[in-house]
């Protein structure tokens, strides 16, 4: 049983920053990327950021230059360090993996989703 476990999120000021984890747990034999997806209320959800095994990175436009992705591959865990954080960047944010658990086929998985709300 494999589960996407996320940590993080809160409520911060405008600008501030905040970090959000995530951690692939149960028996991964392997994960060909990991990333963040968000959605706000009343909007479509859309990705964040995303780091491909073997190094890609995309993130949404409106998110570069202010948060950036990470993996450790040892521990299965993927971070989101997010800087001068808006209003705008307020929603729902979900940890999301391709992965493959040990004896099954590769599909994706999606964390329970953690609240950032940005706001004075």
């Known amino acids: 049983q494999v589960q996407l476990l996320e940590s993080g999120g809160g409520l911060v000021q405008p600008g501030g920053s905040l970090n959000l984890s995530c951690e692939a747990s149960?028996?991964?034999?392997?994960?060909?990327?990991m990333g963040w997806y968000r959605q706000a209320p009343g909007k479509e959800r859309e990705l964040v950021a995303v780091?491909?095994?073997?190094?890609?990175?995309n993130y949404a436009d409106s998110v570069k230059g202010r948060f950036t992705i990470s993996r450790d591959n040892a521990k299965n865990t993927a971070h989101l360090q997010m800087h001068s954080l808006k209003p705008e960047d307020t929603a729902v944010y979900y940890c999301?993996?391709?992965?493959?658990?040990?004896?099954?086929?590769?599909?994706?998985?999606w964390g329970q989703g953690t609240q950032v709300t940005v706001s004075s």
């Open positions: 999301s993996a391709f992965l493959t658990a040990r004896g099954t086929l590769g599909r994706s998985y």
């Open positions: 780091k491909i095994d073997g190094g890609n990175t």
């Open positions: 149960g028996s991964v034999f392997s994960i060909n990327y």
